[in-house]
């Protein structure tokens, strides 16, 4: 299957791995860094690719070449990490597709066949709906799915009201739910016990 016409993708890479104990973004498996390795699955599926990091040296030299870098900066009056939530938002503002297939820097399960499954979901999607994500127990998979480039003022507002939580904001619009078969897909690199989890999960996979 080709790139989804009218599809941007951003990449997330602005946590304080403080659970990792290092940073994610460049933790190699097979060799690759974690962040190169989703931006690769992210051209796959979506014209242009942006990485969207309040430290746009420590990536560039790992990044494929057509990888477009935003700057994530604080918010007037913030020291302290604002979440993946203003990061998305200050990513948006840059973009002019459609939609745009968000992706945190840490799923290294991704499949680019389930991404552009979903992706043919798009076009069949109803004008109010902001967002076609997975959903598990705890709610919401905000950072592997689609959004409207449309819902950027309703995301402004929220984040100017002080609002901080995916989950608090998604509650407040409609979004399609998207099938997924295996949980794994969504995994999460958070700790080093999730790292050699996946690893056990790759060799006997």
């Given at each position: 299957?080709?790139?989804?016409?009218?599809?941007?993708?951003?990449?997330?890479?602005?946590?304080?791995?403080?659970?990792?104990?290092?940073?994610?973004?460049?933790?190699?498996?097979?060799?690759?860094?974690?962040?190169?390795?989703?931006?690769?699955?992210?051209?796959?599926?979506?014209?242009?690719?942006?990485?969207?990091?309040?430290?746009?040296?420590?990536?560039?030299?790992?990044?494929?070449?057509?990888?477009?870098?935003?700057?994530?900066?604080?918010?007037?009056?913030?020291?302290?990490?604002?979440?993946?939530?203003?990061?998305?938002?200050?990513?948006?503002?840059?973009?002019?597709?459609?939609?745009?297939?968000?992706?945190?820097?840490?799923?290294?399960?991704?499949?680019?066949?389930v991404l552009q499954d979903w992706a043919t979901e798009l076009d069949k999607t109803e004008e109010n709906t902001i967002a076609l994500l997975p959903r598990q127990s705890k709610g919401w998979e905000p950072l592997c799915g689609f959004y409207r480039r449309q819902c950027l003022p309703l995301l402004t507002q929220f984040i100017n009201q002080g609002g901080r939580s995916f989950q608090s904001w998604l509650a407040q619009y409609p979004v399609q739910q998207l099938a997924i078969n295996d949980t794994q897909f969504l995994l999460n690199c958070n700790t080093p016990a999730d790292l050699e989890g996946l690893f056990s999960y790759q060799e006997n996979g």
């Open positions: 299957m080709s790139k989804t016409e009218g599809l941007s993708a951003i990449v997330l890479a602005g946590g304080q791995s403080s659970r990792m104990g290092q940073d994610k973004a460049l933790i190699p498996l097979q060799g690759i860094p974690l962040l190169r390795r989703v931006c690769e699955v992210a051209f796959n599926c979506a014209k242009e690719v942006y990485v969207v990091t309040p430290w746009p040296d420590r990536y560039q030299e790992i990044l494929p070449d057509a990888c477009r870098l935003i700057e994530e900066v604080p918010l007037p009056g913030e020291r302290s990490p604002h979440g993946p939530l203003v990061g998305f938002a200050q990513g948006l503002a840059q973009i002019e597709t459609d939609w745009v297939l968000l992706l945190a820097c840490d799923l290294p399960q991704l499949q680019v066949k």
